[in-house]
T-cell receptor, first 112, second 114 residues
Framework: KQEVTQIPAALSVPEGENLVLNCSFTDSAIYNLQWFRQDPGKGLTSLLLIQSSQREQTSGRLNASLDKSSGRSTLYIAASQPGDSATYLCAVIGQAGTALIFGKGTTLSVSS | DAGVIQSPRHEVTEMGQEVTLRCKPISGHDYLFWYRQTMMRGLELLIYFNNNVPIDDSGMPEDRFSAKMPNASFSTLKIQPSEPRDSAVYFC????????????FGPGTRLTVT
């Protein structure tokens, strides 16, 4: 059974720092991996999707990498801002057209 | 597109009452998912549909939960009778096979059962 783990559970950094959020999964046979952002009391916003054949995806200050063989993904946030404060969730799909399996998330707090 | 639409956004009900949650997926999407989020268990799948047909309902807790998708633009999740342990945020998401199955989430329904 696929399990997704995110470390750390919480992270506090000062504004301007570059940071890395980690995601690991137990079964390397995935179809794709998605990173989401969730603000308190809100829904999930898709940040990046990496297909199993890809190594990384970039969007603005965000860069997500995927090492399928080792069961790991990282989300790199450059020059963090207070507006980046949120919970970041990692999720994988095992096969095309199946449901996402989520990690518990990393709650990020960026102080000004 | 308006995105995935869910209603109501908040629902407070008493134990034993019937609750119906509603979802309108993004137009043209052929997959629809219902997830539940709790502090203890995080986000978990309840059920999902492909072209209006239920594919996997293994996450539905028990017979008190039922879901339907009568057409491509509407789905319901019903809880009858509701219990306090059903209190959670229920999310609906949709995706498109031709879009790498990227899932888009609605704003969620926060359910409180007293």
């Amino acid at each position: 059974k696929q399990e997704v783990t995110q470390i750390p559970a919480a992270l506090s950094v000062p504004e301007g720092e570059n940071l890395v959020l980690n995601c690991s999964f137990t079964d390397s046979a995935i179809y794709n991996l998605q990173w989401f952002r969730q603000d308190p009391g809100k829904g999930l916003t898709s940040l990046l999707l990496i297909q199993s054949s890809q190594r990384e995806q970039t969007s603005g200050r965000l860069n997500a990498s995927l090492d399928k063989s080792s069961g790991r993904s990282t989300l790199y946030i450059a020059a963090s801002q207070p507006g980046d404060s949120a919970t970041y969730l990692c999720a994988v799909i095992g096969q095309a057209g199946t449901a996402l399996i989520f990690g518990k998330g990393t709650t990020l707090s960026v102080s000004s | 597109d308006a995105g995935v639409i869910q209603s109501p956004r908040h629902e407070v009900t008493e134990m034993g009452q019937e609750v119906t949650l509603r979802c309108k997926p993004i137009s043209g999407h052929d997959y629809l998912f219902w997830y539940r989020q709790t502090m203890m268990r995080g986000l978990e799948l309840l059920i999902y549909f492909n072209n209006n047909v239920p594919i996997d309902d293994s996450g539905m807790p028990e017979d008190r939960f039922s879901a339907k998708m009568p057409n491509a633009s509407f789905s319901t999740l019903k809880i009858q009778p509701s219990e306090p342990r059903d209190s959670a945020v229920y999310f609906c998401a949709s995706s498109l096979a031709g879009g790498n199955y990227e899932q888009y989430f609605g704003p969620g329904t926060r359910l409180t059962v007293t």
